[in-house]
């Protein structure tokens, strides 16, 4: 229980300490070592030294370089000067139906219904309650 505490506890620190203003004063590679001791790794086998790590950092900027660079753009279909925040869809386009329309769904089945609205009387009551 100790040893979680521990690494949640380093991890917090090192989300912290990547804020790029305080980055310098951190530690990483004593960091990234202890974190490995708390989850009961050998640290001198899953971290790097510095002369690996730049190795790898190098490696990892080639990789990099090798991939295309897509351009930024509106997606396909969507009209970049389009200011209504739809991104070129059509939901949601358009307003809701009103009482009486077609597609309301308060609308009762049957023309008594639109006659009495369309008269602006209330309809009667088909059925006795009981």
């Known amino acids: ?17 990547s804020n790029p203003s305080l980055a310098p004063f951190a530690k990483f590679q004593y960091i990234i070592r202890e974190i ?3 989850m009961e790794l ?4 899953v971290t790097n030294n510095m002369n690996e790590a730049a190795i790898q950092a190098e490696l990892m900027k080639g990789f990099q370089q090798e991939q295309p660079q897509e351009p930024q753009g509106a997606p396909a279909g969507a009209d970049a000067m389009d200011t209504s925040g739809a991104g ?3 939901i949601g386009v358009g307003q809701a139906p ?7 769904t308060g609308n009762e089945q049957g023309a008594n219904t639109q006659q009495a609205q369309a008269v602006g009387q209330q309809q009667q009551p088909v059925g006795s309650v009981q």
């Open 98 to 104: 009103v009482p009486g329309e077609q597609g309301f």
């Open 36 to 38: 490995a001791k708390s």
């Open 1 to 17: 229980m100790a040893n979680e505490v521990r690494s949640q506890r380093l991890m917090q620190f090192l989300q912290v300490a």
């Open 88 to 90: 070129g869809g059509n």
């Open 42 to 45: 050998d640290p001198d086998k």
